[in-house]
């Protein structure tokens, strides 16, 4: 069964592509964040999973594999988070990877513990826009519909915003979050110290940080914890 999530209200994003050691993870977990999810875009090897599997392992905190290549799927996670990108300019990131995993590893599958999520990529420079084949320009209009159709028309319980390295604007992804009915709005991207963590907490139901603890900026995620649950 995928972990109860709808009260989550911080999880950290780890990157298998990137360094990671057992000092790391501690800081991760110590930090008091919700959830620890598992991916990335580019180089992702079910190698690299593992490693970075192992090092979470001895950790209670809910390890969910978001998954972005068939073949670095593994089933150890307590949940498989399934991106369904609603602005993908290749049909192939709305269904068609998702039919190949199907084909390949659907008998296999314990449905129960997957939750497809509604993708909408808002940063054209990153490397998941330029991978999806994003559709770029978008205003505040055309980025609630896209939820909206994930929403009612796909019956998605989760709406993911991606800015991916960069701070997004909270007032769009308030837009967004107000203009559904029940989905809960997940916002990754640019949040590096606890007023940005703040901001976005206010207009997300859940902020998703990754970048920071790869960096000196790692000092502060406590504080976007103790901030976003405070809020």
Same mark, same amino acid.
């Given at each position: 069964?995928?972990?109860?999530?709808?009260?989550?209200?911080?999880?950290?994003?780890l990157d298998?592509?990137?360094?990671?050691?057992e000092s790391?993870?501690?800081?991760?977990v110590?930090?008091g964040?919700?959830a620890?999810?598992?991916?990335?875009t580019q180089?992702?090897?079910?190698e690299?999973?593992?490693?970075?599997?192992?090092?979470?392992?001895?950790?209670p905190l809910p390890?969910?594999?978001?998954?972005s290549?068939?073949?670095?799927?593994?089933f150890?996670? +307590?949940?498989?988070l399934?991106?369904v990108?609603?602005?993908a300019?290749?049909?192939?990131?709305?269904?068609g990877?998702?039919?190949?995993?199907?084909?390949?590893?659907?008998?296999l599958m314990d449905?129960?513990?997957?939750?497809?999520?509604?993708?909408?990529?808002?940063n054209p420079d990153?490397?998941?826009?330029k991978?999806?084949?994003?559709?770029?320009?978008?205003d505040?209009?055309d980025?609630?519909?896209?939820?909206?159709?994930?929403?009612?028309?796909f019956?998605?319980?989760?709406i993911?915003?991606?800015?991916?390295?960069?701070?997004? +604007?909270?007032?769009l992804v308030?837009?967004?979050?107000?203009?559904l009915?029940?989905?809960?709005?997940?916002?990754?991207?640019?949040?590096? +110290?606890a007023?940005k963590?703040?901001?976005?907490s206010?207009?997300?139901d859940?902020?998703?940080v990754?970048n920071?603890?790869?960096?000196?900026?790692?000092?502060n995620l406590?504080?976007?914890?103790?901030?976003?649950?405070?809020?």
């Amino acid at each position: 069964m995928f972990p109860e999530w709808k009260n989550w209200r911080h999880v950290v994003k780890l990157d298998p592509d990137k360094p990671a050691n057992e000092s790391l993870i501690e800081q991760v977990v110590a930090s008091g964040t919700d959830a620890i999810i598992v991916g990335g875009t580019q180089n992702i090897t079910r190698e690299k999973v593992l490693k970075l599997f192992r090092l979470l392992k001895p950790y209670p905190l809910p390890k969910i594999l978001e998954v972005s290549a068939i073949d670095a799927i593994t089933f150890r996670f +307590d949940g498989y988070l399934i991106p369904v990108v609603l602005n993908a300019g290749h049909p192939k990131w709305l269904i068609g990877a998702h039919k190949d995993a199907v084909k390949l590893i659907g008998e296999l599958m314990d449905w129960t513990e997957v939750l497809p999520e509604g993708y909408i990529i808002l940063n054209p420079d990153c490397a998941a826009a330029k991978l999806t084949k994003a559709i770029f320009p978008l205003d505040k209009e055309d980025v609630l519909a896209y939820a909206r159709c994930g929403e009612k028309l796909f019956d998605l319980s989760l709406i993911y915003i991606e800015y991916s390295g960069k701070f997004g +604007d909270p007032e769009l992804v308030s837009y967004i979050k107000n203009g559904l009915t029940n989905a809960k709005v997940f916002y990754g991207g640019g949040i590096d +110290d606890a007023q940005k963590a703040k901001m976005m907490s206010k207009a997300a139901d859940t902020i998703v940080v990754g970048n920071m603890v790869y960096t000196e900026s790692i000092r502060n995620l406590r504080d976007t914890v103790k901030t976003v649950k405070n809020n």
